[in-house]
């Protein structure tokens, strides 16, 4: 019996991209071994062990010894690894080869990164590099929780991390946090995890573009988990559906005939004619009051936001036939006139119980 393999053909296009991207992606890495076997000596090599570099010392008599370093296999750090492994190596020749290979890597990392990186330096030179950008609420809540983590890990004495994937591990996995530190790391397929990732990765460019940290702080790439963490997050995203103009009449109408529902009724009417947000609803002026053509002004502002005040410009809300609901016009008339709309007393309800809490306290 005779099975014939059929061998599928590349065709030359294909072949010549292969070709170019193997050449390119192989260029630096023949650079790189080159200037440690032309510089330390031909008995060190290094290779790519899952992503990350390997280093290779001794020969087939002698026998081989290696160890893991603190890089990723990329072009971009290759430079910073070579010093690494020049110090490494002149340590470990000193000794004439009696001081274990991880031992002597072992006082390089120390010499070349606990003396060097001021990890609370960057954090406040960072944060003021941000005033304008993130505002203080989002800072408190998005970013300074995982850098709390960093800055507890990276100034602690022992068992630092060596670099930035194990600080990613260390930092979303296993910090504790909260009021009590009850929290133990960021849950995978939450939205918070993916804050605190991104948070994590612009912190750690910025040292390193801007704070001079070594390559080898850059963030890593998203390992498997992570992108399936960052798909639940889009799976898990809650789906909003806007109403129709006919949706938005029906639920206008159904309004009881008191005085409370009426003015839910005439905020709801605002909402939907204007575009408002409910927290908008108390920042409304009426301008140019007394003219023909009054204004209505929003001076609501975001805390991130360089837009300070608008005027708002309504949009009129439909039915079938492409006629305008009778209530949708003359809402601005109705604010001048003095009409009220319902306001959110849940601060002033808890002020005033919290003033008779002290006064009995008292």
């Known amino acids: 019996m005779h099975l014939k393999v059929v061998i599928p053909r590349i065709s030359v ?10 050449s390119a992606t192989e260029s630096w890495v023949k650079e790189f071994r080159y200037a440690i076997k032309s510089k330390i000596g031909s008995g060190w090599q290094v290779s790519n062990d899952r992503g990350n570099m390997r280093l290779l010392v001794g020969n087939k008599k002698e026998g081989f010894s290696s160890i893991n370093l603190p890089f990723a296999w990329q072009k971009d750090q290759w430079p910073d690894a070579f010093d690494f492994i020049r110090i490494g190596a002149e340590a470990y020749m000193e000794s004439n080869k009696k001081l274990p290979l991880k031992t002597a890597f072992k006082l390089t990392k120390q010499t070349s990164t606990e003396i060097q990186l001021d990890w609370k330096g960057a954090l406040v030179n960072y944060r003021k590099a941000n005033s304008f950008a993130i505002g203080e609420a989002t800072w408190k809540k998005k970013h300074l929780p995982v850098l ?16 930035a994937k194990t600080l990613y591990k260390k930092v979303l996995n296993e910090y504790k946090h909260g009021q009590y530190k009850q929290l133990v790391g960021w849950k995978f397929g939450t939205q918070m995890r993916r804050h605190m990732r991104i ?24 390992s498997i988990e992570e992108r399936l963490s960052n798909n639940q997050v889009k799976t898990n995203k809650r789906i909003g559906y806007p109403l129709t103009d006919f949706q938005i009449n ?15 009724k005439f905020a709801v009417q605002l909402c939907a004619v204007f575009g408002l947000r409910p927290e908008e609803l108390r920042h409304l002026v009426i301008r140019n009051k007394h003219s023909n053509k009054p204004e209505l002004w929003c001076t609501y502002q975001k805390q991130n936001s360089r837009v300070r005040e608008r005027q708002l410009l309504g949009l009129k809300v439909l039915d079938l036939d492409g006629t305008s609901f009778d209530w949708s016009e003359g809402l601005i008339g109705r604010l001048a006139a003095g009409e009220k709309i319902t306001r959110n007393t849940k601060r002033k309800r808890r002020a005033e119980s919290w003033s008779v809490f002290k006064k009995k306290k008292c």
Request: glycine share 4%.
């Open 13 to 22: 296009e294909n072949r010549t991209a292969l070709g170019c991207f193997m």
């Open 148 to 163: 709390e983590g960093v800055m507890e890990y990276m100034n602690r004495t022992k068992h630092k991390p060596e670099n």
């Open 199 to 222: 948070s994590l990765n612009k912190f750690l460019n910025y040292c390193v573009r801007e704070e001079d940290f070594p390559s080898y702080w850059l963030p890593p790439e998203l």
């Open 250 to 264: 029906r639920l206008i109408e159904a309004f009881p005939d008191n005085e409370q529902a009426q003015k839910w």
